[in-house]
């Protein structure tokens, strides 16, 4: 069953510019690991090393936070919508890591 | 890559930079990307959701809650994000990348702001001296995540 993923505008440049794309899934977690294994360069992006979604990369199907459904095993039905959403965050801290 | 902001959206962040001081601002910045600059069109404000610490925990956990807290750390809320964004889209516009205060800091990011950004995205920082908007920075993550490289800021 394809389902919609928006692809946010600092990850297009690997997913060949497109804005959206439609993988073949049942789940929340097949939908990320579809989409990664066709564009792998998207990966250290959305995973840290120990291959678990980054803390500050939130998922939604529609307006739900994949966390507060059944994360991964989300089912989702064809009209879901996933959208990748960075949490921004930051703030002061001593040290600088600029260049 | 530069980012370009006109003087009406420079005073818009600085005054949001003051209001909030001492504690941090945060927001977004809205406009069109081509080639090798990006215009911003509209400065959109939000709430630093680490004001909410319960909500904020919830999202994305700090670490040392006693040494951090929301006048050296700031959340937007993903939801509030995504509607903006979708709103923004319909207008043809994207989202260019985000402001937030640095209250009696340098702006300079800082490596908490490293370990949550992305590449592509402007991370404008405002440096909030005794109540008063001072130095503005704007900065890139590297493709490898290691380091934030300067980006032009154009008035």
């Known amino acids: ?99 | 890559m530069a980012i370009q902001l006109n003087t009406e959206q420079l005073e818009k962040i600085h005054s949001h930079g003051e209001r909030e001081y001492p504690n941090e601002c945060c927001g977004m910045l809205l406009g069109r990307a081509d080639g090798d600059s990006k215009e911003v069109s509209e400065v959109v404000p939000l709430k630093n959701l680490r004001l909410d610490s319960a909500r904020a925990q919830e999202l994305l956990p700090l670490e040392d809650p006693g040494r951090e807290s929301e006048k050296n750390r700031f959340l937007i809320d993903p939801l509030e994000q995504l509607r903006v964004e979708r709103e923004a889209r319909t207008r043809g516009l994207d989202v260019l990348g985000y402001y937030h205060s640095h209250p009696d800091h340098p702006a300079r990011p800082s490596n908490y702001d490293r370990e949550h950004a992305w590449p592509w995205y402007s991370y404008v920082i405002l440096s909030v001296e005794r109540g008063k908007a001072a130095e503005m920075t704007s900065w890139v993550l590297s493709e490898d995540r290691l380091r934030f490289d300067p980006e032009p800021l154009k008035l």
């Open chain 1, 1 to 99: 069953m394809p389902v919609k993923v928006v692809i946010p505008t600092p990850l297009r440049q690997y997913t060949g510019k497109k804005d959206s794309v439609e993988v073949e899934a049942k789940t929340v977690g097949e939908a990320l690991a579809g989409l990664t294994s066709r564009y792998s360069d998207l990966r250290k992006h959305l995973y840290n090393e120990e291959g678990k979604l980054r803390s500050f990369v939130n998922v939604y199907v529609n307006d739900e936070d994949i966390r507060f459904l059944q994360k991964d095993q989300t089912p989702l039905t064809e009209t879901d919508v996933i959208s990748i959403v960075p949490s921004i965050a930051g703030g002061s801290m001593i040290r600088c890591i600029c260049s």
